[in-house]
């Protein structure tokens, strides 16, 4: 994926301190190994983060998250036509506002996350976010999400998977959000911000916009807008499910890969954090104490 060329010579400037950062911790943090690492990813974070401290502790946080959803081990049985019914970009491939930024959008109740747990709902997430952003002017630009939340209620409230989500989409995930504007928020919603609200860092808070949905077209042309949020769009749901299932296969086969490269190293294919934080704290302690010696 070409990187180089997308990106200011600052920036580039930045990727490779990152990158130099990441190898120096490689060696004393097993949980490194566990990470795809490519130039793409590592430009992401930089723009994500700005600096290169910040971006370092967002991958370790994101190799949790990976960690968490298990993702390349685990055979979800997917139904893309059916568990993707609650999100969809309307156009091919992507839905822009008026500013250019790539939108998502989301149908708040269709989801159940107490029905598909925690890890699959995530796991369709980081593959949601993938599919939007697969180059570096997507990254740069930043990604929009819009919830039509009429209809939305208690059962579409799971407070682990969206406290989560959030504190994923703040803290560890290579995303710039530029906009999430939940439409016709009924109140039950507004008491469920209230409880995630406070897991969202200040900037993201500042980006929650609520929207009425006759206020979309500020924000976006009609035929950007799909027709369950009042617009004229289309949706192409067999482009968009296409996609997912493409991205979410090819997430797992390189998962798949580094898991194996995993095992060569350390001698098991079993990922867990815990256990690797204290890998990674004897190998520090045996660091300190050669150097003394």
Not at 98 to 113: E, H, K, Q, T, V
Not at 114 to 128: D, E, I, P, Q, V
Not at 270 to 278: A, C, E, G, L, R
């Amino acid at each position: 994926m070409e990187v180089q060329s997308n990106l200011t010579s600052e920036e580039m400037q930045l990727v490779e301190q990152l990158k130099t950062m990441y190898y120096e911790t490689e060696g004393s943090d097993t949980r490194f190994t566990y990470l795809p690492l490519s130039d793409f990813l590592l430009a992401r974070f930089i723009l994500a983060k700005k600096e290169p401290a910040r971006a370092l502790e967002a991958l370790l946080r994101f190799i949790d998250f990976l960690g968490f959803i298990d993702f390349e081990t685990t055979d979800w049985d997917i139904d893309f036509a059916d568990q993707l019914d609650f999100m969809y970009f309307p156009t091919n491939p992507h839905s822009r506002d008026i500013s250019g930024r790539s939108s998502a959008w989301n149908l708040g109740d269709r989801f159940y996350p107490s029905k598909m747990g925690t890890k699959l709902c995530m796991a369709l997430f980081f593959c949601y976010v993938e599919f939007a952003q697969q180059d570096i002017i997507e990254c740069r630009n930043g990604l929009c999400f819009s919830l039509n939340l009429r209809g939305f209620g208690w059962a579409n409230f799971h407070k682990e998977t969206q406290s989560k989500i959030a504190t994923t989409m703040s803290n560890a995930y290579p995303i710039r959000l530029k906009r999430i504007s939940p439409v016709n928020p009924p109140w039950v919603f507004k008491t469920v911000f209230k409880l995630i609200k406070p897991l969202l860092s200040k900037k993201l808070q500042s980006r929650v916009v609520f929207l009425n949905e006759g206020e979309l077209i500020e924000y976006y042309d009609e035929d950007q807008i799909p027709e369950s949020f009042g617009g004229i769009a289309l949706v192409d749901r067999d482009t968009f499910e296409a996609g997912m299932e493409d991205t979410y296969h090819r997430i797992k086969q390189t998962m798949r890969e580094y898991r194996e490269k995993y095992e060569e190293t350390y001698g098991t294919s079993s990922y867990n954090v815990s256990k690797s934080k204290k890998k990674t704290k004897k190998r520090k302690k045996k660091k300190m104490k050669e150097s003394k010696e």
